[in-house]
T-cell receptor
Framework: QKEVEQNSGPLSVPEGAIASLNCTYSDRGSQSFFWYRQYSGKSPELIMSIYSNGDKEDGRFTAQLNKASQYVSLLIRDSQPSDSATYLCAVIDPGNQFYFGTGTSLTVIP | SAVISQKPSRDICQRGTSLTIQCQVDSQVTMMFWYRQQPGQSLTLIATANQGSEATYESGFVIDKFPISRPNLTFSTLTVSNMSPEDSSIYLC???????????FGSGTQLSVL
């Protein structure tokens, strides 16, 4: 069974700190990886995509991918209270199916 | 990214009734999907809405309970039939431009069944 696993949290960080969110996936053939942010009562919003090993930076967000370890992470620098949300990791498997993790709840404390 | 309009945004329904959710996209898209998100849970794929043919349902979901239509490349509906309180969830329409492209979501429908 294909799985995408995340620590459900909640993860609490003080404002201005770095938030680190982690995700592992089971299908070694997966090639595309995404992070979605979901505010309470809202639909998921795509914030990052990554396809190659290494880091990808976009503003305060950095996605990291390690295919050998089947590990994806999202770093949020200078965390703001507005970053408080649930973050969903998603993976496209070799069959082009999307799989979502259960999400990590992040709270940024002012 | 496509603009995806979904309605209604929320509804409160009685047990045994049915609700049809509409999803309109501002551009033609190859793939449309319907997801369910139960309280505190992640996303569960209900079905892939196929243009001009029957939807492809995931394990645990059946056409009689969740009939889906997709008459063209920009519009789809999901009906939740004979509702019970267990159907209380957020229902999300989503689209992908091609098999390797990102997945985008509509604004969702918050359904509560009494």
């Amino acid at each position: 069974q294909k799985e995408v696993e995340q620590n459900s949290g909640p993860l609490s960080v003080p404002e201005g700190a770095i938030a680190s969110l982690n995700c592992t996936y089971s299908d070694r053939g997966s090639q595309s990886f995404f992070w979605y942010r979901q505010y309470s009562g809202k639909s998921p919003e795509l914030i990052m995509s990554i396809y190659s090993n290494g880091d990808k930076e976009d503003g305060r967000f950095t996605a990291q991918l390690n295919k050998a370890s089947q590990y994806v992470s999202l770093l949020i620098r200078d965390s703001q209270p507005s970053d408080s949300a649930t973050y969903l990791c998603a993976v496209i498997d070799p069959g082009n199916q999307f799989y979502f993790g259960t999400g990590t709840s992040l709270t940024v404390i002012p | 990214s496509a603009v995806i309009s979904q309605k209604p945004s929320r509804d409160i329904c009685q047990r045994g009734t049915s609700l049809t959710i509409q999803c309109q996209v501002d551009s033609q898209v190859t793939m449309m999907f319907w997801y369910r998100q139960q309280p505190g849970q992640s996303l569960t794929l209900i079905a892939t809405a196929n243009q001009g043919s029957e939807a492809t349902y995931e394990s645990g979901f059946v056409i009689d309970k969740f009939p889906i239509s997709r008459p063209n490349l920009t519009f789809s509906t999901l009906t939740v039939s004979n509702m019970s309180p267990e159907d209380s969830s957020i229902y999300l329409c989503s689209v992908r431009a091609s098999t390797n492209e990102k997945l985008f979501f509509g604004s969702g429908t918050q359904l509560s069944v009494l």
